[in-house]
């Protein structure tokens, strides 16, 4: 277990098992939801970017994970065999975490209208909210008997965020598609959920221009005055991803201290 992240440990989890997508170093926030899986007795499969081996391999092993695979998920035949390897371990799975986005760099800052290209936008669409589409279909073949899909978005698809841009435009995309997901795998026993955290200290954070002032901004501005913690948000994920989580399917959950229901502070007054 990483020492940022003292998860309570218990049985809500016992018996279950399923994939983590995402996990990239200490500060993911699907390494965060993986620690408090796995201290709820989860056994769980990793699957992470082509070339992340010396970052995920030492992090799988805090966990006891024993079943990683790299997947490109632009390319089916990496798909393929990365969801391959985990029928072959687990054969079954209860739960599917989706933390997987992209969009260029230099999309990421000023102008939504004057910096978006046509081949970024389509790369942003297909890597943060198709992969999404792909993944259910794979893993829900995965869960004869149920389970729970869940996927990270950001308030940045609801609300005009500076420099968001194209990634805002692919979450609400990706939003969406998870509405639309859990109409379609509901009959199955299957809830797709997103979790919508506040701005947090991680790797996609630091690709966004102006990311540290999103932190200061989403402090400053939320309901609790407080940063989003990752606690918070493993919790949510294991609420939703445990039997804690029956009846509820096709929401947008915000995990982000109160940030959202925000109009404007008492310092805004004019």
Known sequence: MAEEYQMPKGELMKGKKGIVTGVANHQSIAWGIAC???????????????????RVEPLAAQLGVKVLAAVDVTDDASMDAAFETVKAAFGTIDFFV???AFANKDELKGSFVENTTREGFLRAM???AFSFVDCSRRASAMMPDGGSIITLTYMGSERAIPNYNTMGVAKAALEAATRYAARDLGPKGIRVNALSPGAMRTLSL???????????????LSAMKEDTSMEGVAGAALW??????????GELIHVDAGFHIMGFTEDDEG
């Open 36 to 54: 408090q899986l796995a201290a709820q007795g989860a056994e769980i499969a990793f699957l992470h970017l082509p070339g992340m081996e010396r």
């Open 98 to 100: 989706h933390s997987i």
């Open 126 to 128: 297909d890597i943060s």
């Open 206 to 220: 630091a690709g966004i221009s102006g990311g540290r002032g999103m932190l200061a901004k989403g402090r400053s």
């Open 240 to 249: 939703l991803l445990s039997d804690l989580g029956r009846s509820t399917t």
